[in-house]
């Protein structure tokens, strides 16, 4: 296989890195300048892949615009034709050595705050440029060892405004509007963060529009408790915070992606100076 793409591709396979829908994600060296990329193979197999060959025009289309050192680059993105249809594709990425969040080692809340700062620092250049990125989740935010992160998986992207024919997202972390087909816009990002943050902070999904269900298959609708009553050691200011983002009616919810990291900052500064209010039935249970 790696033989196969190096004589097509021009690159130089040294190891495979990941795996992902009708995807392998390598480790590769480009042989016209010796960098080093992460390239994903896409190989149609069955009609529906389709979908997973939009996907990956649209991760290369928007990551080309965007360039802020929280989103991943892609640098080319190749077809390989068989009798006139596309079988293939290979995109080149920026390689960044990292783990995603769920594989990523505890952190202090100080620390937790500053990746979603950066977070929501790379939404708000993908914002800027006119695009939602709609799948946030932790699966899709990479971090190294020196703290740096990398917000990855483009391929759900569309233009602010965007109204999609079909239910896109990740169940967990999935906005109403995407649930409801409405126009998509900075708001569903806040809420995909938001989400993510409530996970981060409680270890819990927040409940949204697509419930659990019981081993029965029947829907299990949990009402949403904010992160502090989970973890009362948790500050009221973070918390609320989290429950703004995750608001269903988008109107509620931060007016944009500046607002939170605003939000974000005072809390950061606040834990690293020493100065944080928090709940007061954390004292009377600690």
């Known amino acids: 296989m790696a033989k ?4 097509i591709g021009g690159f130089t396979i040294l190891r495979r890195i990941g795996t992902g829908a009708r995807s392998t994600i390598y480790l590769a060296s480009d042989e016209e300048d010796g960098t080093q990329v992460a390239l994903k193979r896409v190989i149609f197999q069955k009609p529906e892949d389709s979908r997973i060959f939009e996907q990956v025009e649209t991760e290369y289309k928007v990551a080309q615009q965007i360039d802020n050192p929280c989103v991943r680059k892609c640098y080319d ?3 390989i034709r068989s009798m006139f249809r596309v079988k293939e594709m290979l995109l080149s990425m ?3 050595d990292g783990k995603n969040l769920e594989d990523c080692p505890t952190l202090s809340l100080g620390d937790v705050l500053l990746v ?3 977070v929501a620092s790379g939404l708000n250049a993908m914002h800027q440029h006119g695009f939602v990125h709609c799948d946030i989740k932790p699966n899709n935010i990479l971090m190294d060892k020196s703290g740096s992160i990398k917000i990855i998986d483009l391929g759900q992207s569309c233009k602010i405004g965007t109204v999609k024919q079909r239910i896109q997202g990740t169940p967990d972390y ?3 509007e995407q649930v409801k087909r409405k126009p998509l816009g900075p708001k569903t990002d806040i809420f995909n963060l938001g989400a993510m943050m409530y996970w981060a902070l409680t270890g819990k999904h927040a409940p949204t529009l697509i419930p659990k269900k019981n081993k029965f298959g029947l829907p299990v609708t949990k009402p949403r408790r904010a992160p502090h009553e989970l973890k009362p050691l948790l500050p009221i200011g973070i918390s609320k915070l989290v429950m ?3 608001e269903n009616d988008p109107v509620k919810r931060p007016r944009n992606m500046i607002e939170v990291t605003s939000r974000l900052d005072l809390m950061v500064h606040s834990i690293f100076g020493g100065k944080i209010k928090t709940n007061k039935n954390a004292s009377n249970n600690s």
């Open 174 to 176: 999935i906005a109403p």
């Open 94 to 96: 920026e390689y960044f």
């Open 4 to 7: 196969d793409i190096l004589d």
């Open 116 to 118: 979603f700062r950066m």
């Open 77 to 79: 993105l190749r077809k």
């Open 244 to 246: 703004d983002c995750i």
